[in-house]
T-cell receptor
Framework: DVKVTQSSRYLVKRTGEKVFLECVQDMDHENMFWYRQDPGLGLRLIYFSYDVKMKEKGDIPEGYSVSREKKERFSLILESASTNQTSMYLC?????????????????FGAGSRLTVL | AQKVTQAQTEISVVEKEDVTLDCVYETRDTTYYLFWYKQPPSGELVFLIRRNSFDEQNEISGRYSWNFQKSTSSFNFTITASQVVDSAVYFCALSEAGGAGSYQLTFGKGTKLSVIP
């Protein structure tokens, strides 16, 4: 069964702390994504990566960075957590589809990491 | 810029009723993809369907059906004879086929469906 695993379901951090959210996929997917989900706002893309060591900004990258040193792992980093980063964070991955536009990719999501910043 | 509107924030139905979740989209591309995802209370979004802009055939999968109408830029989702297990947040999403935004899915804000026994 294919999987995207997020290391922590629930985290509580203090303002100013550095926070690492880890995501691992076992499907050999090239593309990986970090989304943020907030009530009334839906899902918003923070960063994505289409290859090892490659990253692209999404719609709301401010206050976040990412790291992809290995194909299967995509980390989201909050350098100095703030209360407005309290949210549900969702990781996803997708394969390239060889000849089919990448916009057609189906995402496989992890179960999410609920972060509370106090 | 692409946009997806799910006007229904929350819907409640009694079990066995039919329910339709609306999705209206905006895009300037002629080639694009539409998706529906389900997010049950466990939190993990699950893919339901993908449609490309050239395929306007309606689709049925068991109790689920989808009505794609380019003329009204809508991609509505109907659940027939709803069940408690259908309770979830449902997201409609749009992706343009190529170019700089090709990796990005634009999600609607979701519709929370509650099926009451």
């Amino acid at each position: 069964d294919v999987k995207v695993t997020q290391s922590s379901r629930y985290l509580v951090k203090r303002t100013g702390e550095k926070v690492f959210l880890e995501c691992v996929q076992d499907m050999d997917h090239e593309n990986m994504f970090w989304y943020r989900q907030d009530p009334g706002l839906g899902l918003r893309l923070i960063y994505f990566s289409y290859d090892v060591k490659m990253k692209e900004k999404g719609d709301i990258p401010e206050g976040y960075s990412v790291s992809r040193e290995k194909k299967e792992r995509f980390s989201l980093i909050l350098e100095s957590a703030s209360t407005n980063q309290t949210s549900m964070y969702l990781c996803a991955s997708s394969p390239p589809m060889g000849g089919v536009p990448s916009g057609a990719n189906v995402l496989t999501f992890g179960a999410g990491s609920r972060l509370t910043v106090l | 810029a692409q946009k997806v509107t799910q006007a229904q924030t929350e819907i409640s139905v009694v079990e066995k009723e039919d329910v339709t979740l609306d999705c209206v989209y905006e895009t300037r591309d002629t080639t694009y993809y539409l998706f529906w995802y389900k997010q049950p209370p466990s939190g993990e979004l699950v893919f339901l369907i993908r449609r490309n802009s050239f395929d306007e055939q309606n689709e049925i999968s068991g109790r689920y059906s989808w009505n794609f109408q380019k003329s009204t830029s809508s991609f509505n989702f109907t659940i027939t004879a709803s069940q408690v297990v259908d309770s979830a947040v449902y997201f409609c999403a749009l992706s343009e086929a190529g170019g700089a935004g090709s990796y990005q899915l634009t999600f609607g804000k979701g519709t929370k469906l509650s099926v009451i026994p």
